[in-house]
C-alpha cells in the first residue's frame, strides 16, 4: 500500500469517529444514554486508532526522508562535489591567510624601518652635538662666559627637542677658531 492511501484511511477513521460524537451527541440530547454512551467510547476508539494511525503514517514519512537525504547525501558525486566545495574554500583561506601575513610583513617592517631610521637619527644628532659642542670648546676662549654658557644651554635645548637645523644653525654662530 502506498503512503497516500493510508493517509486516507486515517483521515477516514477520523471522520468515522467524528461522526460517532456527532451521533452520541444527539442520542444525548433524545434523551438515550446508554446508547449515547456507547458511541462515545466506540468513537473515542476510533479517534485514538485514526490519530495513532497518522502518528505512525508520520514516522514512516520521516523514516523515508530521512533515508532518501542520507542516500543521496552519501553518492559519491554528492560526496566528490563538497570535496570540490572543500578544496575551493580552502584555496581561497590560503590566499586570505597569504594576503593578510603579506600585510602584517609590511606592518613589521614598516615598524622596524622606523625604527631604526629613528636611531640612526639619534646617532647623527648625538654625533652633531659632539661636535659642535667641540667647536664650542675650541672657542671658549673667546666669547665671554656668559655668551658661552647661553650657547651651550641652547645647545643642549635644541639636542633634547632633536632640532638638528637649529643646532647647525647654533653651529654658524660660533666665531671661526
Known amino acids: 500500500m502506498r503512503l497516500g492511501r493510508i493517509m486516507y484511511l486515517g483521515l477516514t477513521v477520523g471522520s468515522l469517529a467524528m461522526l460517532l460524537f456527532v451521533t452520541g451527541f444527539f442520542c444525548f440530547r433524545l434523551g438515550l444514554a446508554l446508547l ?9 476508539k476510533f479517534l485514538l486508532l485514526a490519530l495513532v494511525g497518522l502518528g505512525v503514517l508520520g514516522l514512516i514519512a520521516l523514516a523515508k526522508a530521512l533515508y532518501r537525504e542520507l542516500r543521496s547525501y552519501f553518492r559519491r558525486d554528492a560526496a566528490e562535489i563538497r570535496c570540490w566545495w572543500a578544496l575551493r574554500n580552502q584555496l581561497s583561506d590560503a590566499g586570505l591567510r597569504a594576503a593578510a601575513e603579506a600585510r602584517q610583513l609590511r606592518y613589521r617592517m614598516q615598524l622596524e624601518r622606523g625604527r631604526i631610521s629613528a636611531a640612526n637619527n639619534r ?12 667647536e664650542l670648546a675650541a672657542v671658549r676662549k673667546r666669547v ?19 632640532d638638528a637645523a637649529a643646532m647647525l644653525a647654533l ?3 660660533l666665531p671661526c677658531p
Not at 36 to 44: K, L, N, Q, R
Not at 144 to 162: D, V
Open 171 to 173: 653651529r654658524k654662530q
Open 144 to 162: 665671554p662666559a656668559a655668551t658661552y654658557k647661553a650657547l651651550c644651554k641652547s645647545l643642549r635645548q635644541h639636542y633634547k627637542q632633536a
Open 36 to 44: 449515547a454512551g456507547f458511541f462515545y467510547a466506540v468513537a473515542s
Open 123 to 134: 646617532k647623527h644628532l648625538r654625533q652633531l652635538r659632539q661636535a659642535i659642542a667641540a
